[in-house]
């Protein structure tokens, strides 16, 4: 049986990289993406040429700037990130069927019974190289191993090297020799546990001097489940050793209705700001309607201004398919998520828990609720007729 | 007519107009009188009632009460009333559970009361007579139903406009300050029924047309106006009682306590200083008995008492009295002190008495105060009005302004470009500026009064737990409440804990009271060379420059040097260094001989500017003291103009030349703004020099009490600095040797345990107390299991290295971590089920921290490098020849030179042009020096100053009078 075989896509510094791609003005300079009103803002992304220079992911815009005041700061742009992981998403899936997002612009790819289709890992490397060169100008590296782990620490590992190929691949049973001398934040447990502020595992590593992947693996399993207690011992033991039987999982999708708004003009008004809501609703339920679909639960998303974004969601206890069923619900939802006075630049909403019908029809529909449901219908048939030419209820309003 | 319902800005957030200008438009309306009617509070009406004065209007006392029940306004017929509306609100302030009502019915004789609220009403009706209780009638609010109801039970109706905004169409900027209040968007306010848009300072002929059809609300006003008390607060102080003494009783027992100290004070003085000192004793007690002050001086002598060391400041140390009953410590008559200053015959203000104790006694002092007068005395409040940024960044919270953006413009106003929705912004936070905001407590001000305090001001409980008057110390002062102010002062911790440890180390027996070096020689040299980093009152970069410019150790001229760096007199320091140097001077006229002699010709104090009018233009004692006060306020221009025309009108009578009088006051004029008077200036220095003796003879002691008491002008660090550079080594924090605080002994300091970052003060004295009890800790398992701490704090212990004394010298520091790690993995049971887990545990080969880990340790966890000098890690960098130091300034005068430091300190100034400067002390090996950074090189190296760190300093040496600044070219941060 053939062994395991995963890579990992990674493109260095992804909003960067589209930025760039948006802005040919950007490249080889100086680069970090923040929201720039503020010097406290967190920088989101630094170029490798930043970095070299003293910037990290997450530093201050303000510190940032004393340390290299040349630093261009780029406005975040999430939709244009999303959007084109999207695009990548789609162009991945056309050669590999098993496939896991990390985050943006880095992927797991289960390579695993490919040989024969694209040749060996480093050829089919070579053939996504040049997809991503020429359909998306990008540039990425490529890691290949027996484990998830291992593939992104070689992927990693290759952006600092000189090899042009930036592709590396790690035979079976090198795992630990590879990973010896590395950080020990190359293993995605230390990440995590010092990403654990609240419990303060990010100081255990400095507190025992263990830098390395080799520091850990120095250490039996007591010493580890003194330092990290017995839950992480184990996994951090293995870990050390380039044991990492993690599998790569597809993603899961759900099928939901999704609507959103970004208003031109932030606004705290809470009048205009029901009434935005109000009119996401009724196209996401106009959406249900023409899929034949109902929902049984909705999800409320606002961004603010300084970009916190906060999610609220509401199980309602039947599917529907019309507003006047949930509106007050939703607008209640609606007014609990807005407690701050900072100005809101985002709206989504969503609905979930898609079915085909309802799950016990009502054998004699009350009065007021037919009038509102032929009143909708109707909307939907004019809509559907005209394409959007014809302007009724809030549209028309707006 | 009148307003009988009127808020003004100090009710909290809900009123616009100030009290000048409501009383200026009741005035301008043709209005006899303006009834003040803030929600739940007096808190502007002591304020109110001069303005009003001041204005021709009768002012009626009132309040606005809204409690959860109902909504009452409660006018004040007389004192009786005013005594039980204070109770009423400081009930409803205290939360206690209060019968309002029963307070409601006993004061049916003394308010009158007007609401809407039908129960309340008809509660009333029962016991308060037809002229007392109305029912209020507001335009836009209420209704003909409700007018109806009223006519039927007999209440008499009163036209009410429930003044809230100024003008008409203000209810815009009302409901702002109402979203402000309720923390709401503008939308989201909820606007009670009480504010209609017809809440506005209304004219005669609006209020005759919106109450044309019952005519009788509008005549019952003048009943209110006729009935209701307007002579408030006519000037009669309110004294505290000493042990329930009548004023004559107080006399006698002031007069007894003060001869009975004259021979502590005067033990030495012979006939003639006798004769000197009874004289002006009998004088004093003369005025104070007079004026009946003699209870306030036996309650200050009462709480003076209670602390051994303390420090009267202010006025106050001009006056014998003072000085015998121990609440200061300087002479007033060796040094010349003018009384009148503090006290007279003419004074009508109450006396002030300010007194700095130990910062960590302050509080015992108030428990004192609280408990020896319960229920008699309160802390003065603080009012917090809305001001330009706090009012800029609270409107831009209400408009959605994320607070990043709310920072970003006001940090950069007014040179920063605003678009249309931050303009209207600005424009409304103007609008609203002058609000009261919230209350907070005075740092030190206490009121005592003969009865319940309740009866004199409306008393509410700060959250840390004291009772607070609701007004601040100007309109304590207008309402006759004499206060006395108990101050913190680190410095005279830093004295006492000195003291007591050169007491202790050998064998010595300094008192602080008797306690007086300012001849001693090498603390007058500390103080010519400005060597004074950590002696109170003359550490400052500023005194310290001036110092070294005046070079003189003689207490009359330090004290001198105290005032001159305030504002009124800093312009001076260079002319009075001179002088002090030997430079001849003559004085503007002759007989300004004697009062400007000590001074070489100059205004340096307060009471200079009192004496010279005085002299030169027969101003009496209260008229130049007024003429002081105006000088050191704003907007004084037409105030001024009138003591102008008095002082040049008395001094030509008395013939003196229209050029010397010219030039006098132009001399008084350019005294202006904040200034010293002599009396505290003497009482700081005398502190000064009791802390400057102590440096020169006990650096040890003394600088482990300066960081002891943290909180001084220069950071830890800086002062470990300064005492490596008198030689003293600093040892390490350690578990067996150090206590809790700094300790200071010949010439090493030991590191307090009081360092350690994140230790608890429990753990710290459970650690002393098993040390005392049980001997030094043997190992890290000993120390662990004897002292009951967190697993943090065991950290913490091991990464400020506070176990040297217990550590094996062969095992490295990472082992003990490990030990840490391994105890408390045990403790929580993670071996649970492993047999031998102790033979299992074998430490595979461990590598040591590096130096900057735990030099960053150490900075973390002890706030500051302790262990070495932050330079000493760039030695190699600063083996270079061309290296010059602070110290060999005097040679380098002119010359480009290069040298290091570390930031210090420093002190941003404008050049008259408008643009930033900075002053920055630096620090390298021997010695702190100062160094200027022009506009250019500000701009130039602003980003990079504030950075921790060793700088590499390029720049010219300059010479003034003696002290030596080097005018800052080039900077470079060293990179380790």
New interface residues.
């Given amino acids: 049986m053939e062994s395991r075989v995963i890579s990992y896509l990674n493109i260095p510094a992804f909003p960067i990289a589209l930025e760039r791609i948006q802005d040919p003005g950007l490249k080889e300079r100086e680069v970090a993406i923040a929201?720039r009103?503020?010097?406290?803002?967190k920088l989101w992304s630094v170029s490798p040429e930043a970095r070299k220079a003293g910037l990290s992911k997450g530093m201050p815009v303000g510190q940032a700037?004393?340390i290299l005041?040349s630093v261009t700061i780029v406005e975040p742009n999430p939709d244009l990130y999303k959007q084109v992981n999207r695009k990548l998403e789609t162009a991945i899936k056309k050669w590999l069927p098993v496939y896991e997002f990390e985050r943006e612009g880095k992927i797991y790819l289960d390579y695993t019974g490919f040989r024969r289709l694209y040749g060996g890992p480093e050829d089919f490397s070579l053939q996504l190289r040049r997809l991503l060169k020429n359909d998306f100008s990008l540039d990425c590296s490529l890691g290949h191993a027996a484990n998830k782990l291992v593939a992104k620490a070689a992927a990693k590992e290759v952006i600092k090297g000189v090899d042009k190929s930036h592709i590396l691949n790690i035979e079976k049973g090198q795992e630990a020799p590879f990973l010896s001398p590395l950080e020990a934040d190359v293993l995605p447990i230390v990440r995590i546990l010092k990403s654990r502020r609240s419990t303060?595992t990010h100081?255990?590593f400095?507190?025992?001097?263990l830098q390395t992947v080799a520091?850990l693996a120095?250490?039996?399993r007591?010493?580890l489940?003194?330092?990290f207690?017995?839950f992480h011992a184990e996994t951090l033991y293995q870990m050390a050793r380039g044991v990492d039987p993690r599998p790569v999982v597809p993603p899961k999708r759900e099928p939901t209705v999704f609507c959103e708004e970004h208003l031109e003009n932030?606004?705290?008004?809470?009048?205009e700001l029901n009434f935005k809501i109000e009119n996401l609703l009724e196209e996401a339920c106009s959406k249900l309607r023409v899929m034949q679909q109902y929902a049984q639960s909705l999800s409320v998303g606002v961004r603010?201004?300084?970009y916190k974004y906060v999610e609220r969601r509401k199980e309602f206890d039947g599917p529907f398919q019309y507003q006047h069923q949930v509106a007050k619900e939703l607008r209640k939802l609606f007014t609990h998520l807005l407690n701050r006075?900072?100005?809101?630049r985002y709206i989504s909403l969503e609905a979930k828990g898609l079915t085909r019908s309802e799950i016990q029809l009502s054998l004699f529909e009350e009065e007021d609720h037919k009038n509102k449901r032929v009143l909708d219908e109707t909307l939907d048939l004019l809509d559907e007729k005209f394409k959007g030419k014809i302007l009724f209820g809030r549209k028309l309003l707006a | 007519m009148f307003h009988v319902h009127t808020h003004s800005v100090y009710s909290p957030m809900q009123g616009l107009a100030s009290l000048e200008w409501l009383c200026e438009r009741a005035r301008s309306f043709g209005h006899q009188s303006l009834a003040l009617t803030d929600t739940n509070g007096l808190y502007g009406i002591p304020h109110f009632i001069q303005v009003a004065r001041e204005n021709g209007i009768k002012p009626i006392i009132g309040t606005e009460f809204i409690c959860s029940d109902f909504r009452a306004v409660i006018l004040c017929r007389n004192q009786r009333g005013f005594r039980g509306l204070c109770r009423l609100l400081s009930s409803l302030h205290q939360k206690s559970q209060s019968d309002f009502m029963s307070l409601f019915e006993s004061e049916c004789e003394s308010w009158i009361v007007l609401s809407d609220d039908e129960k309340f009403l008809l509660n009333l009706n029962t016991f308060y007579d037809k002229n007392s209780l109305y029912f209020e009638v507001t335009k836009g609010i209420t209704t003909q139903k409700e007018i109806k109801w009223a006519q039927e039970q007999g209440i008499k109706l009163i036209a009410s406009a429930r003044v809230h905004m100024r003008e008409e169409g203000e209810d815009d900027l009302y409901r702002l300050l109402r979203a402000i209040d309720e923390?709401?968007?503008?939308?989201?306010v909820s606007f009670e029924r009480v504010h209609s848009p017809f809440c506005f300072f209304a004219n005669d002929d609006q209020m005759k047309r919106w109450f044309e059809l019952i005519p009788e609300a509008l005549h019952h006003l003048d009943y209110i106006e006729r009935h209701c008390r307007s002579d408030w607060f006519t000037g009669d102080l309110i004294f505290p009682q000493f042990r329930g003494m009548d004023t004559e009783e107080a006399s006698l027992s002031l007069r007894q306590k003060c001869l009975e100290r004259m021979v502590w004070r005067y033990p030495e003085a012979d006939n003639g200083m006798m004769r000197k000192v009874e004289e002006r004793l009998s004088y004093e007690l003369r005025i104070i008995e007079e004026k009946g002050f003699s209870n306030y001086f036996l309650v200050v002598d009462d709480f003076v008492s209670q602390s051994g060391i303390n420090c009267g400041r202010g006025s106050g140390a001009a006056s014998l009295v003072c000085y015998l009953l121990g609440i200061t410590h300087v002479d007033p008559i060796k040094h010349n002190l003018f009384f009148e200053r503090f006290l007279n015959e003419k004074r009508v203000d109450p006396p002030d008495i300010d007194i700095d104790f130990p910062w960590d006694e302050r509080d015992d002092i108030l428990d004192y105060v609280f408990r020896k007068y319960p229920g008699r005395a309160a802390m003065v409040a603080n009012h917090n009005f809305l001001r330009d940024r706090s009012a800029i960044r609270e409107v831009a919270?209400?408009?959605?302004?994320?607070?990043?953006?709310i920072?970003?413009i006001t940090n950069r106003l007014p040179r920063v470009e605003v678009d249309q929705t931050w303009r209207k912004i600005l424009f409304l936070a103007n609008q609203i500026q002058g609000c009261l905001r919230h209350l907070s407590v005075h740092c030190g001000g206490v009121v005592v009064t003969p009865g319940p305090i309740e009866e004199y001001a409306p008393v509410e409980w700060a959250t840390k737990g004291v009772p607070v008057i609701q007004w601040e110390k100007d309109q304590t002062e207008l309402a006759g409440l004499v206060k006395v102010d108990l101050l913190g002062n680190r410095s005279l911790a830093v004295v006492r804990d000195s003291l007591w440890a050169v007491n202790q180390n050998y064998q010595k027996h300094y008192d602080y009271r008797s306690f007086n070096p300012v001849d001693d020689e090498r603390t007058k040299e500390m103080m010519i060379i400005g060597n004074t980093m950590g002696v109170f009152y003359v550490e400052s970069p500023g005194t310290r420059l001036y110092l070294q410019k005046q070079r003189s150790g003689e207490f009359e001229h330090n004290v001198i040097a105290g005032s001159v760096i305030r504002p009124a007199a800093r312009r001076f320091a260079n002319i009075i260094a001179k002088r002090i140097q030997g430079e001849p001077f003559t004085h503007f006229h002759p007989s300004l001989k004697d009062v400007l002699d000590e001074t070489f010709g100059v205004l340096i104090y307060q009471e200079q500017v009192t004496q010279v009018a005085m002299i030169l233009a027969d101003f009496d004692v209260v008229e130049g003291n007024d003429l002081r006060k105006v000088l050191g306020k704003k907007h004084k221009q037409k105030k001024l103009s009138h003591y102008k025309e008095k002082f040049f009108s008395g001094a030509r009578k008395k013939g003196i030349e229209q050029k010397t009088i010219e030039d006098v006051w132009e001399m008084i004029l350019s005294f202006s703004g904040y200034s010293f008077c002599k009396p505290h200036s003497a009482s700081y220095c005398l502190v000064s020099f009791k802390a400057a003796y102590l440096k020169a003879h006990y650096p040890a002691e003394f600088m482990a009490a300066v960081i002891s008491n943290q909180g001084g002008f220069y950071s830890v660090s800086a002062y470990l600095e300064e005492a490596r550079r008198f030689g003293i080594h600093i040892l390490p924090a350690d578990i067996n040797e150090s206590e809790f605080h700094y300790k200071g002994f010949k010439n090493q300091i030991r590191t307090g345990l009081m360092q350690l970052k994140g230790i608890k003060r429990k753990t710290i004295d459970q650690l002393l107390f098993s040390r005392s009890e049980f001997g030094p800790f043997q190992n890290i398992t000993d120390f662990l299991q004897r002292v009951e701490m967190s697993f943090?704090e065991a950290?913490t212990f091991?990464?400020a290295r506070a176990l040297s004394s217990i550590r094996h010298k062969e095992k490295v520091l990472?082992s003990l971590?490990?030990d840490v790690?391994?105890f408390y993995?045990?403790k929580?049971g993670?071996?649970n089920g492993?047999d031998n887990?102790e033979e299992?545990?074998?430490?595979?080969e461990?590598?040591?921290?590096e130096v900057g880990?735990l030099l960053g340790w150490e900075e973390e966890r002890m706030g500051a490098l302790v262990t070495i000098p932050r330079w000493r890690l760039y030695q190699n960098l600063l083996k270079r020849d061309d290296i010059v130091r602070g110290v060999d300034f005097p040679g380098l005068v002119g010359q480009s030179v290069l040298l290091y430091g570390e930031f210090v300190t420093s002190k941003a100034t404008r050049t008259k042009s408008g643009d930033t400067m900075l002053f920055v002390s630096f620090s390298d090996d021997c010695s702190i020096y100062e160094t200027v950074f022009f506009p250019e090189a500000y701009i130039a190296y602003r980003?990079?100053l504030f950075?921790e760190g060793v700088f590499l300093i390029q720049g010219i040496v300059q010479d003034d009078l003696g002290s030596y600044v080097l005018q800052v070219h080039h900077l470079r941060r060293l990179e380790m």
């Fill in positions: 929201p009103s503020s010097d406290r803002a700037r004393k005041p303060r100081d255990i400095a507190d025992l001097n520091d120095a250490l039996n007591l010493y489940t003194a330092a207690g017995p932030e606004t705290n008004n809470i009048f603010y201004s300084d006075r900072v100005a809101i | 923390n709401c968007t503008l939308e989201e919270k209400v408009f959605g302004i994320k607070e990043d953006e920072s970003f943090e950290r091991v990464q990472v971590m490990w790690y391994i993995a045990q929580k993670h071996f492993v887990w299992m545990m074998d430490l595979p461990l590598r040591e921290y880990q980003d990079i950075l």
